[in-house]
């Protein structure tokens, strides 16, 4: 099993940045790709990026593209998401997660096999 820890989050205005970060333990050798979603209050769990682990192959959702930018350090065994020109409707927990497969459907939860506890971002107006 691989676990997950988020960091990075927090307090942010309108317009601001934030860099996310995902630091991978235990199993990371069986990984091949890594994700981020994200859960605003009263809404279900949504996809913003993936990345293939060891490669560039990157996935987004439409709302973020432009915005976002997901990468990964091998070496640290680590993901970032870097989100720039925040809005107050990106506030939510941010989820890291981590899928042990490279062939199922990047962006729906159901392809990854660990998670992260979530990290808090709020944007205020």
């Known amino acids: 099993q691989v676990q997950l820890v988020e960091s990075g989050g927090g307090l942010v205005q309108a317009g601001d940045s934030l860099r996310l970060s995902c630091a991978a333990s235990g199993r990371t050798f069986s990984t091949r790709r890594m994700g981020w979603f994200r859960q605003a209050p009263g809404n279900e769990r949504e996809f913003v990026a993936a990345i293939r682990w060891g490669g560039d192959s990157t996935y987004y959702a439409d709302s973020v593209k432009g915005r976002c930018t997901i990468s990964a350090d091998n070496t640290k065994n680590t993901v970032y998401l870097q989100m720039d020109r925040l809005r107050p409707e990106n506030t939510a927990v941010y989820y890291c997660?981590?899928?042990?497969?490279?062939?199922?459907?990047?962006?729906?939860?159901?392809?990854?096999?660990?998670w992260g506890q979530g990290t808090h971002v709020t944007v205020s107006s």
């Open positions: 997660a981590a899928a042990e497969s490279f062939f199922k459907n990047p962006i729906t939860s159901l392809t990854y096999d660990a």
